[in-house]
């Protein structure tokens, strides 16, 4: 089976990798906003960003942290102006967007692609937030994600957790 990458993972690799940003060890909040030319401020209030700034909520936990962090990457990838002077239909739109990003920021396909999942699904889910440092739900979420995007094509699913490993 030939792997197929989506626009956005493509483009989450070449970002990640014209940084040096290669491994998951290296998805890190402090590694990467210096090397984009972001200032990454911790502050305990909601997570933003504005122009170069990221603001990350300091009484998360570093895994939330990291999950922020690329939210608000994907805010500044791809959206310009002030979004609350936006109609709430294109806020939510670029929410929507946003997280999109995060979830494949947080656990890029490139990444995801270089290790063997376990077959068991909760397993794997677990081997996803040790590894890529997210918590549960999220890993939960990027692994469904993942496999309905490359491996189902919509019949399969009751069977998905047989495909896990395969690549």
Known sequence: MMFVYTHLE?????????IGVNKPK??????IAPRLGFTLIYVPCDSVSYDN??????RLSVERQWEEFCHELGHVSSHSGNQ???????REYQEWKANNFALQACVPT????????????EIAINEIQ???????????????????NH???????PERSNYIGLR
């Open 84 to 90: 609350t002077k936006t109609h709430f239909l294109f």
């Open 10 to 18: 493509d483009y989450i690799r070449d970002l990640f990798t014209s």
């Open 26 to 31: 290296q998805l890190d909040p402090r590694i």
């Open 151 to 157: 491996f189902f094509d919509g019949y399969s699913l």
């Open 53 to 58: 700034i990221i603001c990350l909520d300091s």
């Open 130 to 148: 040790l590894l890529f440092n997210v918590d549960y739900d999220f890993a939960k979420k990027r692994l469904n994600h993942y496999l309905n």
């Open 110 to 121: 490139f990444m995801l692609n270089q290790i063997q999942l376990p077959l068991n699904e």
